[in-house]
């Protein structure tokens, strides 16, 4: 009875990478097309700051007509910060499942094999740099954890203030 048990729980865990597996190349396929519509509404947007400035020294007086425009541009600059928190979102999906599907043993800790197949993972998803030293030294500091790793995946990617911002070289992931 408690083989079946363990065979219908390695089943099942077989069947949740699977669907991990199809729901990442899932979000793979959302996220090019999250930056393509990234890169048109920049391209927007710039147009929009340009066309602002080019009215604003035309028509002096025409306050109204500027301010409209300057909603538009301000419309147009929180529709891309809110694209831009749904990117983050998306990372974060892909870096957690490449996290859990490396966690072999599935007790909730990456060992030092378990830690060389997150980076390779993180490398291979095109998406992400990572410093495999600074890495390793934060999941030790961690205590190997997955909810450290998951937190350590988290900063990387929220975005940062000028005031915080982390040097290159001593970025984990970028």
Do not use: Y
């Amino acid at each position: 009875m408690k083989n079946e048990e363990t065979l219908m729980t390695l089943r099942n865990m077989g069947q949740n990478l699977s669907d991990l597996k199809q729901n990442m190349c899932d979000w793979q396929m959302k996220n090019e097309k999250l930056k393509r519509t990234i890169r048109r509404l920049e391209k927007e947007t710039t147009g929009l700051e340009q066309t602002e400035k080019a009215l604003h020294m035309v028509t002096g007086h025409a306050h109204q007509n500027i301010q409209a425009l300057q909603n538009m541009v301000d419309e147009q600059k929180s529709l891309l910060r809110k694209l831009q928190e749904d990117r983050r979102g998306e990372l974060m999906f892909i870096l957690m499942s490449e996290i859990v599907k490396q966690d072999k043993d599935g007790n909730f800790k990456i060992d030092d094999s378990e830690v060389n197949g997150v980076i390779e993972g993180i490398r291979a998803s095109g998406l992400f740099g990572v410093n495999e030293k600074l890495f390793k030294a934060a999941v030790r500091k961690h205590d190997r954890q997955i909810k450290g790793v998951c937190e350590i995946c988290r900063s990387a990617i929220s975005p940062q203030s000028e005031d915080h911002k982390v040097d290159e070289k001593n970025q984990i992931i970028w």
